[in-house]
C-alpha cells in the first residue's frame, strides 16, 4: 500500500466482495475526492489478483477480440473495433492529477487535452495506448525554475504523453489481465523516467492503473513518492488530490493504425481535426501519424514541444505494421 503515497495509504486491505467489485469497476472517476480514492486504492491492490472480464455488448474474450471473424475491423489491425473500445474502457488510467495546475479544466474536471486512444493485438495479447494531447505544459513553478541549466519554467503549448498496457487473455479466469505498463515522463529527454513497469510496480484501481500526474508538467508516474524525486526532484505530486479517469467515449478518438490512421474520421487521414475529438475547444488539427510536433490543438511549434509519431513508432511499434 506504500506505492499509493501518504494521504492514500491505511489499513484497508481485505478481501474483495462482489459488492465492493462492483463498485470498483463502476468508478466513473470523475473528480473524486480523496477520500474516495483512500478506498478505491485500498480495494484496488486486491482486484490485481484477479481481473473482471469485460461486461455489455460484446463480450471482448479473447476469441472474439482476435478472432479471425471480426465484425468490423476499419482499422485493419486484426483486432475487432468494438474490442478496442471496451478494451480501451476497461483499463482506462486513473489519473491522479492537481487541479491547480494552470491546464486544469474547471468545467470538464480534467486536464485541458483531446484524448486519444489506439489498440491493436501484441504478441497474442493486446497493447492498448492512451495518448493524453494536452494543450498546455505549464512548466515547473517557483524558485527551483532559477536553478535550471538553460533557466526559466519552460511552460510550452502542446505536451504529448503517453501510456500503454499489455494485457493477456487468462482463460483460467476468463479474462484480460495486465502484463506491463508504458508511462511516459520527460521522454526521449535528460532526465527522463520514461519505461515500461511490471504490473506488480502500480496500484490498481479494478482494472486501472493508479498514475501520479506531475503538476503543469502532466509526467507519469507509479507513486506520489516517485513523482517527486521525478526530473531530478523538480516535479511534483504535492498537491494531487483529484482522482478523474481517462474518458473513452468511442471512435472518434481512435488514432486506428498506421496502415488505417482513423478510419471513422473524413479528413486527412494522418491528423485528427479538434473537432472531430470531444472535449477540445480549438479549431485545428494534429497529425500524430507525423514527424510533425503535437502544437496543442492549434498552437505553434514551438520548442519543447514533441510528436507522437516517436511514441507510435519506439515504445508502441505500431509505425509501418
Ligand atoms: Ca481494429
Ligand atoms: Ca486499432
Redesign the pocket.
Known sequence: MSRSGRGLGGGLGGGLGARRRQRLVAWTGVSIVVLALLQSVALGHAATERFIPVVGEPLCDHAVALGADLTP?L?R?G?S?PC?IALAKQFAPAFVVSDRACNWDHAEGRLTGGYLF???PYEGGVRVAYLPAYVDDCGWQGPKCLLRLRGGCDPHRGDSEFIAIDVAWKADVAGWTPTRVFLSAHCFGSGDDCRWYDPSELTWIGTSPLIWVAEGKNANYASRASCDRGHWHFDTCDRNQKGVHFPIEGHAQ????SAQPFPWHRDDPACVSAFEVPWIPFRESECIWTDARFRGWGGDSQAGSTGYRRYLDEVAGWVGR
Open positions: 475491423d482499422d489491425d483486432l473495433d478496442e489506439g489498440a491493436q481512435n488514432i486506428g493504425s
